[in-house]
């Protein structure tokens, strides 16, 4: 792989943990509130809470706020698959190429969508900033299949 495509290889992992990172922790930050809202909710407004009083503001907060956390969650998801489209194509690279990019090897056919999906499970950090949700990201990754390929033997 010559320079200048490694470059935009590069860029485009860069981009998707960047992107994955942000929405993984906007739906997280939402899914919190969520639970936090309904416990407000139960605590200062039982009526509502049991469904008996409707067409509040207080009901309406509420109800947007779940709208808004499916909607996260669902651009997290996409995230998420691009991520995975990037990593499975830089997988089918050979290991020097691998090796730049990533900083390790695996093998195209090693990787699932399950263990990607197990991988990002256990991906707890999310930084906000692109170079620093990269760096992370790689460090877990390369930490994870090495685990998980010791298990394997």
Do not use: C
């Not at 943990?17 to 969520?34: C, F, P």
Request: no cysteine; charged share 40%.
């Amino acid at each position: 792989m010559d320079e200048k495509k490694l470059a935009q290889t590069r860029e485009r992992l860069l981009y998707a943990v960047g992107k994955y990172s942000d929405y993984k922790r906007y739906a997280q930050t939402l899914d919190r509130l969520e639970d936090e809202y309904d416990e407000t909710m139960e605590v200062y407004h039982w009526d509502m809470w049991l469904g008996n009083v409707k067409g509040t503001i207080t009901e309406k907060a509420g109800e947007m706020l779940g709208v808004t956390a499916r909607i996260f969650y669902d651009l997290e998801r996409n995230a998420e698959k691009e991520l995975f489209f990037v990593l499975k194509e830089i997988m089918r690279n050979g290991r020097e190429e691998q090796m730049a990019v990533l900083g390790f090897y695996r093998k195209e056919a090693e990787f699932s969508e399950e263990l990607y999906e197990e991988m990002l499970m256990e991906w707890e950090d999310a930084p906000y900033v692109q170079k620093e949700a990269l760096e992370s990201f790689l460090e877990h990754a390369e930490a994870f299949l090495s685990q998980e390929k010791r298990e394997e033997q």
